[in-house]
């Protein structure tokens, strides 16, 4: 054999092996495209969580409403406005309200108790305080004995709101509160007036057909008269449900104080019922002022001591 073919013979092929210059972050791309897909699919079910929360919170209000005789009717639908400030309130169908245990005439009920001089209505803002402690909201709830009854103020406070800002969704405690109260107004004899104020904080846009104070301080009362049926009070209880929106607030120097956001319910002595009554009955059918009632303003030192007696 030649020397020529034996050095042909050693030639080594070399094959593969080398590095290119795309290979150096082949990998890396992939790795972090799919931890994108990951936190964007993670963000999309937190959103869709969240939306399912505030769905059945809108539900429960309605079913609670419904039941409780806050929304009357024969499971018809809600109506939505046309306007484009109109409810954003699901369309779903609304149960069939059925009467309420505490008014059927056929069951035995027991002896209610009637509170009309003020050591009867001390005695009750007394059980309602007790219970606004044990509720965890002491500091959310004055009382003041009048004239006319009790007057019981449920505030927002720094700390702790009656019901989520902007809407009518109560907070648990709240209803936690509310329902307590239920079975003592259920043998309590008088008949209250549910007032809701707001703050004078604003909605966007006009007020003109959109939602505004007016409708925020009337839908709270509502849901709180609900809350209250929930825990067992009589659907008769309730005289009057009203919204004022801010135009009585307790801090005029501060419109946007907590204390302004309130719920209160203003439980009448017979007397006062029976005079609320006959201003929104059929004319002429109307009582006499009595000696329960005047027309006259009150001395300097009543009204100071009624003053005394509100919230600083």
Avoid at 29 to 39: E, G, I, Q, T, Y
Avoid at 73 to 81: D, N, Q, W
Avoid at 142 to 167: A, E
Avoid at 260 to 265: D, T
């Amino acid at each position: 054999m030649s020397k020529a073919n034996e050095k042909h013979e050693a030639t080594i092929v070399k094959r593969g092996g080398g590095k290119h210059a795309h290979d150096e972050h082949g990998g890396a791309w992939k790795v972090a495209f799919a931890d994108f897909c990951l936190a964007l699919m993670a963000l999309f079910l937190v959103l869709w969580l969240i939306a399912s929360r505030e769905q059945q919170n809108l539900k429960k209000i309605v079913r609670d409403a419904t039941d409780s005789g806050m929304l009357e009717g024969l499971g018809r639908k809600p109506e939505i406005a046309s306007e484009p400030s109109g409810s954003m309130i699901e369309r779903f169908q609304l149960p069939t309200a059925g009467s309420s245990g505490n008014d059927d005439p056929g069951t035995p009920s027991q002896p209610r108790v009637a509170y009309e001089s003020p050591s009867e209505l001390a005695a009750l803002s007394k059980a309602l305080g007790e219970m606004s402690r044990e509720a965890g909201l002491a500091a959310n709830l004055d009382t003041v004995v009048t004239p006319y009854g009790l007057r019981v103020m449920l505030h927002d406070t720094d700390r702790q709101g009656m019901f989520m800002r902007g809407s009518a969704l109560p907070t648990g405690r709240f209803v936690k509160l509310l329902r307590k109260m239920g079975p003592l107004f259920a043998q309590m004899e008088n008949q209250m007036l549910i007032v809701g104020h707001t703050d004078s904080s604003r909605f966007a846009g006009s007020d003109k057909g959109g939602y505004s104070n007016w409708a925020l301080s009337t839908d709270r009362a509502l849901s709180a008269r609900a809350e209250l049926l929930g825990g067992g009070m009589r659907t008769q209880t309730v005289l009057q449900v009203v919204g004022m929106a801010d135009r009585a607030p307790i801090d005029a120097q501060e419109p946007l104080a907590g204390i302004n956001r309130r719920i209160e319910l203003l439980i009448l002595t017979s007397g006062q019922s029976r005079l609320v009554a006959s201003m929104f009955g059929k004319p002429g059918a109307a009582l006499p002022l009595g000696k329960e009632a005047s027309i006259g303003m009150p001395d300097a030192a009543a009204l100071e001591k009624l003053r005394s007696q509100l919230p600083k």
